[in-house]
Each structure stands twice: as structure tokens, then as C-alpha cells.
């Protein structure tokens, strides 16, 4: 089997996974709406339900940011096989990692998980968060309404907790760039 053959079956591989976490990230997103739509709802009621919905964002932030994160593999890897079968071929036959730069946001800028802030940002971007957005308004509206009605401090401390090292990991991970690091590593490595 010839090498442009054996990079478009990783190629492939790589944009069938890409396509089923976008569409897992789809309905992860929706189920982690409607939950928290349906823990506000209980809240008018019973005030402690809103110790549920922290636990709900920072899962739901945590499982969505996984997907993000599978989404930069894939497409630095669709990237890489792209570049390397046009090398091959000796002229710029695929197209789709500059469309995908161009359009949803450059793979190798600095960016807030998926959103490319600056000159870059798009639709995309803004989604992106917009969605980080609820997920924040709605963790932080839920530990304000618990402080005010004098719930368990130990808990808030623990969500609290708990959140700050899920934001260290993520920094590190996706702001300093350090998942991309590892793949630019081993790309060096095959260019």
C-alpha cells in the first residue's frame, strides 16, 4: 500500500471520530440544558436544588471541555495528514484544515478552548462562548442564591474546591497550550 493510501485511511479514521464527538459534544450540550432548565424550574420551590446545578455546570464543563479537547486532536491530526498528502502529491489537492482555519478558528492560534479571540474570532467562537457563558452564569447564580440562604458552607467549599483545580488543569491543558505541545512533538517528528 503506497503512503498517499495509507494517510488517507488515517485521515479518514480521524475526521469519522471528529464527527462522532461533535456529535456527542451536541447531545451532551442539550441534555446538560434541559437538566439545568429543570433544576432552575424545581428551585422555585426548594431553594436547596440549587446545590445540584454547580455540580451540573462543572460536569457539564468538564465533559464538554473532553470533546474540545478531541476536536484540537482531531483537527491538528487532519492538519498534519493534509499538509503531508499535498507534500506527497506535489500540489495543494486537499483544502479542508485551511477552510476550517479560516471559517471556525485557527488550529495553531491561542485560544479559550475552541474560541479564537481577536481578528479570528467567528461564530464559532462566539458559541463557544456563549456556551461557557450559561454554563458560568448558572454555576455562580446557584452558589450566590446558596451563601445568601445560609447553606452548608462546607459544601460551597468543596464546589469551590473542586472548581479550582478543574481550572488550573484546564488552563494548563488548553491556555498554555500544553496538549498541543504533546502533538506538535511528535508531528516534528514525521514532517
Keep these: 500500500m503506497d503512503e498517499i493510501n495509507i494517510l488517507n485511511n488515517q485521515l479518514s479514521r480521524i475526521r469519522a471520530m471528529n464527527r462522532y464527538y461533535h456529535n456527542q459534544f451536541l447531545v451532551d450540550l442539550r441534555i446538560f440544558f434541559i437538566t439545568t432548565c429543570i433544576f432552575y424550574y424545581l428551585g422555585f420551590t426548594n431553594s436547596n436544588v440549587y446545590a445540584v446545578i454547580p455540580i451540573i455546570s462543572l460536569f457539564g464543563s468538564v465533559i464538554l471541555s ?86 452548608n458552607s462546607n459544601y460551597i467549599l468543596f464546589i469551590l474546591f473542586i472548581t479550582l483545580i478543574t481550572l488550573i488543569t484546564g488552563i494548563w491543558w488548553f491556555l498554555l497550550g500544553y496538549g498541543e505541545k504533546r502533538l506538535e512533538k511528535v508531528f516534528d517528528e514525521y514532517r
Excluded: C, M
Design 66 to 151: 473532553f470533546h474540545a479537547h478531541y476536536l484540537i486532536f482531531s483537527r491538528n491530526f487532519s492538519q498534519f495528514i493534509e499538509e503531508k498528502i499535498n507534500k506527497i502529491s506535489g500540489s495543494q489537492i486537499l483544502i479542508a484544515h485551511k477552510l476550517e482555519n479560516n471559517y471556525f478558528f485557527p488550529i495553531n492560534d491561542r485560544k479559550i478552548v475552541v474560541a479564537s479571540i481577536g481578528k479570528n474570532f467567528s461564530w464559532f467562537g462566539f458559541v463557544t462562548l456563549f456556551i461557557t457563558f450559561f454554563g458560568l452564569s448558572s454555576y455562580f447564580y446557584s452558589i450566590f442564591r446558596l451563601t445568601i440562604d445560609g447553606f
